[in-house]
């Protein structure tokens, strides 16, 4: 790619606001996901496994891995925001579900109130996986870097 010139500060400085948002897309969001999923794995499936018969008419309990396949990133204005969009359904028909908006899970899991779970605990993948990213910022400034080396030139 030929090197991209600028004739002045505010010619450079509009073209890196043009290009944020396809850098945070294609650089960005790609590590925040898998540092999200990271945390998904650990702090919630890998907290403890099903018992087996031990769900509701005695039988085992099937994880659906939602969060896991459900990640989606987004850009609010100047932030990026990525959650899951797994929606708490119910596992038994019949029982209510809890929220639908995007996160509604994690708010959830992170919660004490887990409706028909017995013995729930909090599961915060969320604040675990966002204290991983605020160490992050070395490797979050080097993604953008290369994202607007690859765009601008």
Not at 42 to 58: E, F, S
């Amino acid at each position: 790619m030929a090197r991209t010139t600028f004739n002045s500060l505010e010619e450079y400085c509009a073209a890196v606001t043009e290009a944020l948002p396809k850098v945070m897309e294609e650089y960005v969001a790609p590590y925040v996901e898998n540092i999200l999923r990271y945390h998904i794995m650990d702090d919630v499936y890998g907290t403890y496994t099903p018992k087996p018969g031990a769900w509701v008419g005695g039988t085992t309990y099937q994880r659906r891995y939602s969060l896991m396949t459900n990640i989606t990133s987004r850009i609010e204005g100047e932030t990026l925001i990525t959650t899951s969009t797994a929606s708490p359904g119910p596992s038994i028909l019949g029982q209510p579900t809890w929220g639908s908006e995007d996160g509604a899970f994690f708010d959830l899991l992170a919660s004490e109130n887990q409706g028909i779970w017995r013995s729930g605990f909090p599961r915060p993948a969320v604040e675990f996986a966002q204290a991983e990213l605020d160490e992050s910022g070395r490797i979050l400034d080097h993604n953008v870097e290369l994202g607007l080396e690859d765009m601008l030139g």
